[in-house]
Nanobody
Framework: QVQLVESGGGLVQPGGSLRLSCVVSSALFSIETMYWYRQAPGKQREWVASITLNENSIYINSVKGRFTISRDNAKKTLYLQMNRLKPEDTAVYYC?????????WGQGTQVTVSS
């Protein structure tokens, strides 16, 4: 059973930065397009960013120019560098594959942006 372990969240002031990590136990990691998702209180989980095995990335409009997704296939780890954070970025952040092929969800990592 694949395990997803997210970390790196925390409380940060508006304008601050955080770097999230997600360690994936599957050997398929290196060939999978990987995604960061987030779920804010009272809202549905949404896709934030994705990266292909060739490291092509795309982002939801609200984070373009502020977030950067990356991966280290040797470490089977996905990253999300988040800069210029805004209160509306507050959510629990998760990593996974594409919708329809999700592994079991990890516990996520809480990001709170507040002064």
């Amino acid at each position: 059973q694949v395990q997803l372990v997210e970390s790196g969240g925390g409380l940060v002031q508006p304008g601050g930065s955080l770097r999230l990590s997600c360690v994936v136990s599957s050997a398929l990691f290196s060939i999978e397009t990987m995604y960061w998702y987030r779920q804010a209180p009272g809202k549905q989980r949404e896709w934030v960013a994705s990266i292909t095995l060739n490291e092509n990335s795309i982002y939801i409009n609200s984070v373009k120019g502020r977030f950067t997704i990356s991966r280290d296939n040797a470490k089977k780890t996905l990253y999300l560098q988040m800069n210029r954070l805004k209160p509306e970025d507050t959510a629990v952040y998760y990593c996974n594959r594409a919708s329809g092929s999700w592994w079991n969800w990890g516990q996520g990592t809480q990001v709170t942006v507040s002064s």
